[in-house]
């Protein structure tokens, strides 16, 4: 089992910049992928950036590619996702998660497959 704490969100005007955190419970904290996702309100929960924390995989929804950094410190069990130049259509709750790759680190790729551990999530606001 693995827990999920997620921190960081808050309201940033158009153009500005947040970095959200999530700390993770998990023993051997590199065998995991870790990734971001979000959900708007009226829309679907979408994967945004993930990670295999064992090193050489990164993915990026092309709506954030070039404006979002997602990394890792491994020796505080933490996830990062640095967001900037930020848009009102990235306003969503975004949320931590957390999968094994089963040996494939393609797997890590939230915007193709499930992720297993969830954290409950932090609110991102951006008002034009």
Known sequence: QVQ???SGGGSVQAGGSLKLSCVASADTFSRYCMGWFRQAPGKEREGVAGIYLG???IHYAASVKDRFIISQDNTRNT???EMNSLKPEDTAMYYCAARL???RASLCDPMT???S???QGTQ???SS
């Open 113 to 115: 497959y499930e992720y």
């Open 117 to 119: 551990y969830w954290g």
């Open 124 to 126: 991102v606001t951006v």
């Open 4 to 6: 999920l704490v997620e």
């Open 79 to 81: 996830l990062y996702l």
């Open 55 to 57: 090193g050489g995989s």
């Open 101 to 103: 790759p089963y040996g």
